[in-house]
């Protein structure tokens, strides 16, 4: 391809890597060049010249070096941009400068490599068989969850007349010591649920049967893979003090227990407020599963190769997701690959499905209307209990979480689209 003088030529090393070569004439560079010899002509200091008054040749002697890596500094990469927009290009990294050969009074020879978003053929995506998963809840499943609600509900009474027993809430206060360094750590009030598994043993051992305003001592010798780093690795001796006693109350279940939960008609509206809830959750959840089934059998006939640029970047962002469950927990280098390996497989497949959903929603011509947009903000601001007005200033000011609204709304109507088409079995 010709631009402005310029030659450049497309190579399809795959259908998501590219490069391209570009020949940029002499007369483009030398212009350039002049440009930045100027500028380094105003600002050069040179002995017997004041600022800015040095010879020009004088100046392009000294600094001819510096001067031509400015120019293809600023001249490769806007060459670059101005060809790749010409050939309808938008690379998803970086273009990489590969080579780069310019000899005195010739075209600046460059090639660069890139990463675009493949295309691809779609296969037949209007009959996809699925087999329907019927949704059941049962009595059980509702007892479950009505004892969570009178759990929710509990009461926490002070105990006394006697000792901590498990299953008890102690209000503690705590304070360690290292043995070797004999450093003590920050005293720290905590309430304890006393005999649970994952509190140290030698702990649970020593609350048992402790009364309020008793103090008792107990050692623990932590691994160096602890999770608490400040402890990892130590002995450390600590002083306990129960400073309360309480224990859980439940309500009874009852139609007083439904009025609490914003159900005045009683137990029996609560019963069946529950099992709608959780044939709706359950609903939803089979629907996911369902809309996955679907996508996989569609993607399981795309031959799709991903630019690796953006898994490593989609990888990097579900990776820190990952992490944030173990904020406060030291992770193994085996674990931690295992994470990165989790990361880059749920990368590529959202990646994955990202196009082909993408793809699908082009070719069918799908939409998203501002009413959908502004029923979709509406109904963001409600389950995020913000103002509207103040969501709405947000999505204004950054523009980007406005395209994610409306890509998800998108996304989620091709969806739609799909689970319509798919044959249940």
Known sequence: MTT?????????????????ELEIPEEEFRGE????????TAKAKLDGFRKGRAPRERVKALFDHDIRHDVYDALIPRALEEELRALRLSPVNVPELKELNHEEGQPV?????????????????????????????????????????????????????????????????MQGRDTK???????????????????????????????????????VSYPKDHRN????????????KLVELKEKKLPELDDELAKTMGTPEGLGALREKVRRELVAARERASRNDTASEVLQAIADKVTLELPESAVE??????????????????????????????ARRQAAEHLRNHLILEKIAQKEGLGVSEEEVRAE???????????????????RREPRRREEIVEGLLFRKTVDFLMKSAIMS
Do not use: C, W
């Open 229 to 240: 780093r400040r402890v990892a690795g130590k002995d450390i001796a600590y002083s306990l």
């Open 109 to 173: 020879r460059a090639r660069a490599a890139f990463e675009v978003l493949p295309d691809f053929e779609l296969p037949d995506y209007t009959s996809v068989k699925v087999r329907r998963k019927p949704v059941e809840v049962s009595e059980a499943d509702i007892a479950a969850a009505l004892e969570e609600i009178r759990s929710r509900a509990a009461e926490y009474v002070p105990v006394e007349g006697r000792g901590v027993a498990d299953g008890d809430y102690a209000v503690v206060e």
């Open 313 to 342: 970047q989609e990888a990097l962002a579900v990776l820190r997701r990952l992490l944030s469950a173990y904020r406060d927990r030291r992770l193994s280098p085996e674990a931690l690959e295992g994470l990165k390996t989790e």
């Open 181 to 219: 360094t004999k450093r003590l750590l920050p005293v720290e009030k905590a309430v304890v649920l006393a005999g649970h598994a994952d509190n140290e043993p030698a702990l649970n051992e020593k609350l048992a049967g402790m009364t309020s305003g008793e103090e008792r001592s107990f050692e």
């Open 33 to 40: 060049y002049e440009k930045v010899l100027g500028t380094y």
């Open 377 to 395: 903000v509406q109904a963001l601001a409600l389950a995020n209990n913000v103002p509207e007005a103040a969501l709405g200033d947000m999505l």
């Open 4 to 20: 402005s003088g310029r030659t450049s030529r497309l190579i399809d090393v795959s259908p998501s890597r590219k490069e391209l």
